[in-house]
């Protein structure tokens, strides 16, 4: 059983950064897989980036390639995402989720969620 608690959200205005946290508990966090969504208001939760279990591999949406970076550090059960240059339509809650059992970019893939940080830029 692995828990997800998410931190760091906010409303900041366009082209701000800010980082998420997504903290674990559990003994075997770094055998998992890692990964970020986000969900606006009225549409379907999307893919945002993932994380290899070692690190080593990262992914992410086309959406915010060059913008938004994942990473994890596996001595503090945490992965990150930086985000920066935020625009308007990144604003959305963002959920920390743990897996996978497929393809990183599917939600059903993942077995674990966070409550969301919700994230909001003006423009």
């Known amino acids: 059983q692995v828990q997800l608690v998410e931190s760091g959200g906010g409303l900041v205005q366009a082209g701000d950064s800010l980082r998420l946290s997504c903290a674990a508990s559990?003994?075997?966090?770094?055998?998992?897989?890692m990964a970020w969504f986000r969900q606006a208001p009225g549409k379907e939760r999307e893919f945002v980036a993932a994380?290899?279990?070692?690190?080593?591999?990262?992914y992410s949406a086309n959406s915010v390639k060059g913008r938004f970076t994942i990473s994890r550090d596996n001595a503090k059960n945490t992965v990150y995402l930086q985000m920066n240059s935020l625009k308007p339509e990144d604003t959305a809650v963002y959920y920390c989720?743990?897996?996978?059992?497929?393809?990183?970019?599917?939600?059903?893939?993942?077995?674990?969620w966070g409550q969301g940080s919700q994230v909001a830029v003006s423009s």
């Open positions: 989720a743990a897996g996978p059992m497929g393809s990183c970019y599917l939600r059903s893939s993942y077995s674990y």
């Open positions: 559990g003994r075997t966090f770094s055998s998992y897989a």
């Open positions: 994380v290899s279990a070692s690190g080593a591999g990262t």
